[in-house]
Nanobody, 119 residues
Framework: QVQLQESGPGLVKPSQTLSLTCSVS??????????WSWIRQPPGKGLGWMGA???????YYSPSLKSRTSISRDTSKNQFTLQLSSVAPEDAAVYYC???????????WGRGTQVTVSS
């Protein structure tokens, strides 16, 4: 059973960088051909894909967030990390990590973590 769990600060100040970690158990983040994504849902809005890192380590980002989004991984810890710079109140959301085979639906999700942006 693959399980994902988000962790990180629940509160960040405007202009700071948000860093969240997704810890994966029951499966390796290097297993072909899975992709590991960060998805967020602002209050009252739908789910929005932010970016992903593949089993190979290659990354892709939403064009709207590419300039301030970075996804990395630590294979020794079986974790991948989201960094979102220059956060603003509009970045407040529930942040999820999830797994997908690429073309199909997300088959594994973390529970999500609430991030508030406030000074």
């Amino acid at each position: 059973q693959v399980q994902l769990q988000e962790s990180g600060p629940g509160l960040v100040k405007p202009s700071q960088t948000l860093s969240l970690t997704c810890s994966v158990s029951g499966g390796s983040i290097t297993t072909t051909y899975y992709w590991w994504s960060w998805i967020r849902q602002p209050p009252g809005k739908g789910l929005g894909w932010m970016g992903a890192i593949a089993y190979s380590g290659i990354t892709y980002y939403s064009p709207s967030l590419k300039s301030r989004t970075s996804i990395s991984r630590d294979t020794s810890k079986n974790q991948f990390t989201l960094q979102l710079s220059s956060v603003a109140p509009e970045d407040a959301a529930v942040y999820y990590c999830a797994r997908t085979g690429g073309l199909g639906p997300y088959d594994c999700w973390g529970r999500g973590t609430q991030v508030t942006v406030s000074s």
